[in-house]
């Protein structure tokens, strides 16, 4: 949407402007939701949403170093990662296109009860309505393309409001979308601008039929709230805890988390943040880890070396170093950072930290994790469940019995076997229970949230 105000948008990591953007208000939004209810009324059909899903996979290729170059100015996302997050959606789009291609209600057996006799009944999947997406800035693209493909699957038409810091990925997929892959106008407007300035209109609006959040848990049941009469998916945070025992193998442990804990600086939602590690290997498993953390590379988001680097904004740097002290003076270690390097916190291993301290049961989404050291596995899943949070969780072990029990145990959306629970691909079901959320993203799951069920009985 347009309007004659601007805001500028920042680089995190300098404050260089990189982009403006539309202050968009409530008129925006009544005229953003506006034009979706328009291009409801004349719908697209299933093999078309596929062929523009599929248009926009190939797009996703093409575009890659241009988005990825985005990405890295807006979310202060190391540029090697923000590569992979581009490549992403074009798994993110082929999924879609799948689902827009295969699309089917189901069979209702009504002759089975004998006032069905003679009734064929059989179900059809419509779509909602209008889409409000609403997304973070720690994936400005692929959690974008998350609720936008499927959506484009379903056959409603989105109204978009990026993360305040990151809208400018969001901007150039639309006007690739339109320009190269054959959307038409009104099936995805972007409204930019505070969360409670375009935020609150937009779920309110009485014309909305879904609202898909991700972002944090204190927002997002406030949306549920303001929207109780629509269907409302949450994608929330987490505080992923990982448990490695004896008889894992802890090298390769100690390898992915010197990556899972610290990708994008831990601003991830499966971040790794609690590491639960047996006593009797606590130590060799240490002496692995530190050294890769301590190899890390703190920098410009556009250095191809940089695996680190600034935090979204300055108020979350100070957040996350007043966790750290705080935990320091309650008596954990730093085995690793715990300061700032130039205007970045550098990547930081704790021990020591206890279950009240703010490192351990809130999420950090910093570059930080912890080492916990424990003796029983019933304990240790114990520690891991005592949370708030339910996205991933996971466990690395030689024993078919404790995996088994893990993935019973542990009350998580996801538990990951020998994987860290920062694993994703974007076809899987993905969301948590507990402040973690209420819903599934991955297409195959969100079309059916995006769409409904309608019931056709025949009389033969
Ligand atoms: P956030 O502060 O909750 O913001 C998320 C989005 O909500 C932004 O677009 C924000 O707009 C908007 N918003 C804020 N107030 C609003 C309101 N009253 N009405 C409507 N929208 C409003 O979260 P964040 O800091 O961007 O992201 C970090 C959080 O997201 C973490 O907790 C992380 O774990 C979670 N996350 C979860 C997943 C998942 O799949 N489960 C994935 C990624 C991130 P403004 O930017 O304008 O404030």
Known sequence: ?????????????????????????????????????????????????????????????????????????????????????????????????????????????????????????????????????????????????????????????????????????????????????????????????????????????????????????????????????????????????VIIEPSGDWETAASKISVAGFSHAGQSCISTQRIYVHRDIADRFTDALVPKVEALVVGDPLSEDTDVSALISKGETERVKGWIDEAVQGGAKVLVGGDLEGEVLAPTVLTGVTADMEVCRSEVFGPLVSIISYDDLDDAIAQANDTRYGLQAALFTGDLDAALRAVHELDFGGVLVNEVPTFRTDQMPYGGVRDSGNTKEGPHYAVREMTRERLVLIQR
Do not use: Y
Not at 52 to 71: C, F, K, P, S, Y
Not at 76 to 96: G, H, M, S, Y
Not at 192 to 219: I, K, M, N, R, Y
């Open 1 to 241: 949407m347009t309007t004659d105000d601007s805001v500028v948008v920042r680089s995190p990591f300098d404050g260089h402007e990189i982009g403006r953007v539309p202050s968009c208000g409530p008129d925006e939004v009544q005229e953003a939701v506006a034009v979706a209810r328009a291009a409801l009324a004349e719908p697209l059909a299933p093999w078309k949403r596929a062929e523009i899903l599929d248009a926009a996979a190939e797009a996703m290729v093409r575009h890659r170093d241009e988005l990825a170059i985005i990405i890295a100015e807006e979310a202060a996302k190391p540029i090697k990662t923000a590569r992979v997050e581009a490549e992403r959606t074009v798994i993110t789009f082929q999924a879609a296109a799948v689902e827009a291609r295969t699309l089917v209600g189901e069979i209702v057996p009504v002759d089975g009860a004998q006032p069905g006799e003679g009734k064929l009944g059989f179900t059809l999947r419509v779509p909602r309505g209008v889409v409000a997406a609403i997304s973070p800035f720690n994936f400005p693209l692929n959690l974008v393309v998350h609720k936008v493909a499927p959506a484009i699957a379903a056959g409603c038409p989105v109204v978009l409001k990026p993360a305040s810091q990151t809208p400018l990925s969001a901007i150039r997929l639309q006007e690739i979308l339109m320009d190269e892959c054959g959307l038409p106008p009104g099936w995805l407007s972007i409204v930019t601008g505070s969360g409670g300035t375009v935020g609150d209109p937009l779920v309110e609006h009485p014309d909305v039929a879904v609202v898909t959040f991700t972002g944090s848990p204190e927002v997002g049941w406030s949306i549920a709230a303001k929207a109780a009469e629509k269907k409302v998916g949450l994608e929330l945070g987490n505080n992923a805890p």
